[in-house]
């Protein structure tokens, strides 16, 4: 069949403009396939995972006064203490009251909250439990203002109305605002890299600035598994509150899902290498529920905190990446450390020597080596004075961590005026917040006693002990008997089974184990990883190894892996004394201790 020329021509003019198309709307990588559709929204293609759309949207917050940034201690209910509040700002009293009333709301606290306000509009939350007693009351400082951030200032809400592309960027521009201009850019980079989405704002009015970027896909909450995370309050049950940067240990949001993981990642190179605070932090993030979806949402900078507030002329930038990966959330989180903060396993001894010479120098302090007692240690009551949160206490956990320390350095100086002393403390008292004289109560430790006569320790690690002194110690078998087993909990099981070599106390114990793998995986909230390790050495069973491993990647996300750590030298403790961390300012401003001084230390130059 033959075509007329003209017909020809125009059909592969018609193909060509297609191609033309289709190449101007979408950007490719080995790794991600983004469209721009008609919306300048843009849809993400990855492998192994369902497409995501992601929205051209960003929320500036605006405040024309001070927006009172603040900590939030004691309303801990609401949102955790490394959240922000801000003063100045609150939730009118009846949608605060309709919005804590919601089951969503309930459900997350697992208790019921009302606010009121006295005629000075003082505020008072209170909180009972479903049987209406009274389980806390706050009022005052912490019970002004509010911890969500897009409560804080003025909201407006930007969509993208134009988009061009340029190479590997697509550019968005979004409507005129008489305060601000606003101009943001998603980036693919070549390889495997993940796309970032950066942003400007220029302010024409001066105030105090935030820019959310809101415009990260959102996932089903029923469907959002539980990821160990600093954003996720209470084990995925706070939302809607700001965490800042100097508690991001790995800055990211991650939401993972049966069928993959999203998580929304700050650029390395937005976290200067120092020692962040909330006075200096540059950015937050925020889990977000709203509607039954899970968001995440980055903020930069944080309204009221270090760079926020701008004069006419001054800009502000910020970028983000946006990670899609399949599978685990472990392998995420280790792509996510490795690549985008170049964790990696350094091994350089070099600067402050090694970490068996931190080891023994820790044991130094502890043993009073020096002979100044910087430690605290008191020989009568066998342990070191809690004077950091309230002098005259004295609050030991686990004597086998003492014990371990002297087996591990074959330390028998250590085994004898530390180990063994603290050992006698838990077997001798019954509650470990020991309180042998009348001291000050400045109300940070909250229960004390002076009760003697039988331990503190629970039956499991009664159980480690009699152990650890291979048996020959009848008094510490008798102490785990009178502690008690409980039927409730694999590790009491497994802790009677090693006692008695009862094979019902095993089988028991894997019933309970198999149940709690049912409800939830560990996710390293302590040191409950070694819990699954022990029960798999009993056992021989995989999945309680794979509990272990689960819960042992959850303990990693407890470790600072930011800022990123640069290939250079460093000089630290500049002009010979040592920085006071913020935690020490809490204590001087909040419980009456003397205001914090630094400690002198010569100035070094060292690896980063």
Same mark, same amino acid.
């Given at each position: 069949?033959?075509?007329?020329?003209?017909?020809?021509?125009?059909?592969?003019?018609?193909?060509?403009?297609?191609?033309?198309?289709?190449?101007?709307?979408?950007?490719?990588?080995?790794?991600?396939?983004?469209?721009?559709?008609?919306?300048?929204?843009?849809?993400?293609?990855?492998?192994?995972?369902?497409?995501?759309?992601?929205?051209?949207?960003?929320?500036?917050?605006?405040?024309?006064?001070?927006?009172?940034?603040?900590?939030?201690?004691?309303?801990?209910?609401?949102?955790?203490?490394?959240?922000?509040?801000?003063?100045?700002?609150?939730?009118?009293?009846?949608?605060?009251?309709?919005?804590?009333?919601?089951?969503?709301?309930?459900?997350?606290?697992?208790?019921?909250?009302?606010?009121?306000?006295?005629?000075?509009?003082?505020?008072?939350?209170?909180?009972?439990?479903?049987?209406?007693?009274?389980?806390?009351?706050?009022?005052? $400082?912490? @019970? &002004?203002?509010?911890?969500?951030?897009?409560?804080? +200032?003025? !909201?407006?809400?930007?969509? /993208?109305? %134009?988009?061009?592309?340029?190479?590997?960027?697509?550019?968005?521009?979004?409507?005129?605002?008489?305060?601000?201009?606003?101009?943001?850019?998603?980036?693919?980079?070549?390889?495997?890299?993940?796309?970032?989405?950066?942003?400007?704002?220029?302010?024409?009015?001066?105030?105090?600035?935030?820019?959310?970027?809101?415009?990260?896909?959102?996932?089903?909450?029923?469907?959002?598994?539980?990821?160990?995370?600093?954003?996720?309050?209470?084990?995925?049950?706070?939302?809607?509150?700001?965490?800042?940067?100097?508690?991001?240990?790995?800055?990211?949001?991650?939401?993972?899902?049966?069928?993959?993981?999203?998580?929304?990642?700050?650029?390395?190179?937005?976290?200067?290498?120092?020692?962040?605070?909330? $006075?200096? @932090? &540059?950015?937050?993030?925020?889990?977000?529920?709203? +509607?039954? !979806?899970?968001?995440?949402? /980055?903020? %930069?900078?944080?309204?009221?905190?270090?760079?926020?507030?701008?004069?006419?002329?001054?800009?502000?930038?910020?970028?983000?990446?946006?990670?899609?990966?399949?599978?685990?959330?472990?392998?995420?989180?280790?792509?996510?450390?490795?690549?985008?903060?170049?964790?990696?396993?350094?091994?350089?001894?070099?600067?402050?020597?090694?970490?068996?010479?931190?080891?023994?120098?820790?044991?130094?302090?502890?043993?009073?080596?020096?002979?100044?007692?910087?430690?605290?240690?008191?020989?009568?009551?066998?342990?070191?004075?809690?004077?950091?949160?309230?002098?005259?206490?004295?609050?030991?956990?686990?004597?086998?961590?003492?014990?371990?320390?002297?087996?591990?350095?074959?330390?028998?100086?250590?085994?004898?005026?530390? @180990?063994?002393?603290?050992?006698?403390?838990?077997?001798?008292?019954?509650?470990?917040?020991?309180?042998?004289?009348?001291?000050?109560?400045?109300?940070?430790?909250?229960?004390?006693?002076?009760?003697?006569?039988?331990?503190?320790?629970?039956?499991?690690?009664?159980?480690?002990?009699?152990?650890?002194?291979?048996?020959?110690?009848?008094?510490?078998?008798?102490?785990?008997?009178?502690?008690?087993?409980?039927?409730?909990?694999?590790?009491?099981?497994?802790?009677?089974?090693?006692?008695?070599?009862?094979?019902?106390?095993?089988?028991?114990?894997?019933?309970?184990?198999?149940?709690?793998?049912?409800?939830?995986?560990?996710?390293?909230?302590?040191?409950?990883?070694?819990?699954?390790?022990?029960?798999?050495?009993?056992?021989?069973?995989?999945?309680?190894?794979?509990?272990?491993?689960?819960?042992?990647?959850?303990?990693?996300?407890?470790?600072?892996?930011?800022?990123?750590?640069?290939?250079?030298?460093?000089?630290?403790?500049?002009?010979?004394?040592?920085?006071?961390?913020?935690?020490?300012?809490?204590?001087?401003?909040?419980?009456?201790?003397?205001?914090?001084?630094?400690?002198?230390?010569?100035?070094?130059?060292?690896?980063?």
């Amino acid at each position: 069949m033959s075509f007329p020329r003209c017909t020809l021509l125009a059909r592969l003019a018609l193909f060509l403009i297609g191609i033309g198309s289709v190449t101007a709307t979408t950007l490719e990588n080995a790794r991600y396939r983004l469209v721009v559709q008609d919306d300048h929204s843009v849809t993400l293609h990855v492998s192994g995972v369902p497409a995501q759309s992601l929205q051209p949207e960003f929320t500036v917050m605006v405040s024309d006064r001070d927006p009172g940034y603040h900590v939030n201690h004691q309303n801990y209910p609401v949102a955790p203490r490394t959240a922000v509040r801000w003063t100045d700002y609150e939730e009118d009293l009846e949608s605060l009251n309709r919005r804590l009333a919601t089951p969503a709301e309930r459900e997350a606290r697992r208790n019921h909250a009302v606010v009121t306000a006295d005629a000075k509009g003082g505020r008072t939350w209170t909180y009972r439990d479903d049987s209406g007693t009274v389980l806390l009351r706050v009022s005052g $400082a912490f @019970a &002004r203002g509010t911890t969500r951030p897009l409560l804080a +200032g003025q !909201r407006q809400t930007l969509r /993208a109305t %134009a988009s061009t592309r340029e190479g590997r960027t697509l550019r968005w521009s979004f409507p005129s605002h008489p305060g601000f201009a606003l101009t943001a850019e998603l980036t693919l980079p070549d390889g495997e890299g993940d796309p970032r989405i950066s942003h400007r704002l220029v302010a024409t009015s001066p105030g105090w600035y935030s820019v959310a970027f809101t415009g990260a896909p959102g996932q089903d909450a029923a469907r959002v598994m539980t990821v160990p995370q600093e954003c996720a309050g209470r084990s995925l049950r706070q939302f809607n509150h700001l965490v800042p940067e100097p508690f991001l240990r790995l800055p990211r949001v991650h939401l993972a899902t049966a069928e993959g993981n999203s998580a929304l990642v700050v650029d390395a190179a937005e976290m200067p290498f120092r020692i962040p605070t909330r $006075a200096n @932090a &540059r950015f937050g993030l925020m889990l977000a529920n709203e +509607g039954g !979806r899970c968001q995440p949402v /980055a903020f %930069a900078p944080i309204l009221g905190g270090a760079e926020s507030r701008l004069a006419p002329g001054d800009v502000r930038t910020f970028s983000v990446h946006y990670v899609v990966r399949p599978g685990d959330w472990k392998d995420t989180y280790r792509d996510i450390a490795q690549r985008h903060y170049g964790f990696r396993d350094q091994r350089d001894h070099s600067g402050s020597g090694s970490l068996n010479q931190a080891l023994e120098a820790t044991l130094d302090f502890l043993a009073d080596r020096n002979g100044e007692n910087r430690a605290l240690w008191h020989d009568e009551q066998k342990y070191y004075d809690y004077w950091t949160d309230n002098s005259g206490i004295f609050k030991p956990f686990s004597p086998l961590f003492g014990l371990s320390a002297a087996l591990v350095t074959d330390d028998e100086a250590f085994y004898w005026t530390r @180990a063994l002393p603290q050992v006698e403390f838990a077997l001798s008292r019954a509650q470990n917040t020991f309180a042998p004289y009348e001291v000050e109560h400045n109300g940070q430790v909250k229960a004390r006693n002076r009760e003697l006569g039988r331990s503190y320790l629970g039956a499991a690690q009664l159980v480690h002990l009699h152990g650890f002194f291979q048996g020959r110690t009848p008094l510490i078998a008798a102490a785990a008997r009178e502690a008690g087993f409980s039927a409730s909990r694999f590790t009491d099981l497994l802790a009677r089974h090693e006692l008695t070599g009862s094979t019902t106390d095993l089988d028991q114990a894997r019933r309970v184990a198999d149940a709690e793998l049912r409800r939830r995986l560990p996710t390293g909230e302590g040191d409950d990883y070694l819990d699954w390790l022990e029960l798999h050495l009993a056992t021989g069973d995989p999945r309680y190894l794979d509990a272990a491993r689960e819960g042992a990647y959850g303990l990693t996300t407890t470790i600072n892996l930011s800022p990123a750590t640069p290939d250079t030298q460093v000089t630290i403790d500049r002009g010979g004394r040592v920085p006071v961390h913020e935690h020490s300012h809490g204590r001087h401003r909040l419980w009456g201790f003397l205001p914090p001084k630094p400690v002198s230390s010569p100035e070094q130059t060292v690896p980063a």
